[in-house]
């Protein structure tokens, strides 16, 4: 069965760094577009990043520049390397396998002093 489990985010500066992590398992990541998406407090989930099958990638206008998606098909696993944060950036994060509707369970990114 389709799983997607994120590990990563907690507690950031601003101006700092932090990595998220998506481990796929019940199918071949490489095979699929997967996507990150942000949900702050109060608002609608959004997009932030999508990477396809064949690297391309795409990312939010509140991002670019600072976020990049990669994927190690090796560990059947997707990757946010978020630079450069902003309180803004504060959100619960969430990987999706577009194909099926699969979500994980998210996991929570906190930028403050």
């Known amino acids: 069965q389709v799983q997607l489990v994120e590990t990563g985010g907690g507690l950031a500066q601003p101006g700092g760094s932090s990595r998220l992590s998506c481990a796929a398992s019940g199918f071949t990541l490489s095979f699929y577009t997967m996507a990150w998406y942000r949900q702050a407090p109060g608002k609608a989930r959004e997009p932030v990043a999508t990477?396809?099958?064949?690297?391309?990638?795409t990312y939010g206008d509140s991002v670019k520049g600072r976020f990049t998606i990669s994927r190690d098909n090796a560990k059947n696993t997707v990757y946010l390397q978020m630079n450069s944060l902003k309180p803004e950036d504060t959100a619960v994060y969430y990987c999706?396998?577009?194909?099926?509707?699969?979500w994980g369970q998210g996991t929570q990114v906190t930028v403050s002093s």
């Open positions: 990477i396809m099958r064949d690297g391309r990638t």
């Open positions: 999706k396998r577009p194909a099926g509707e699969y």
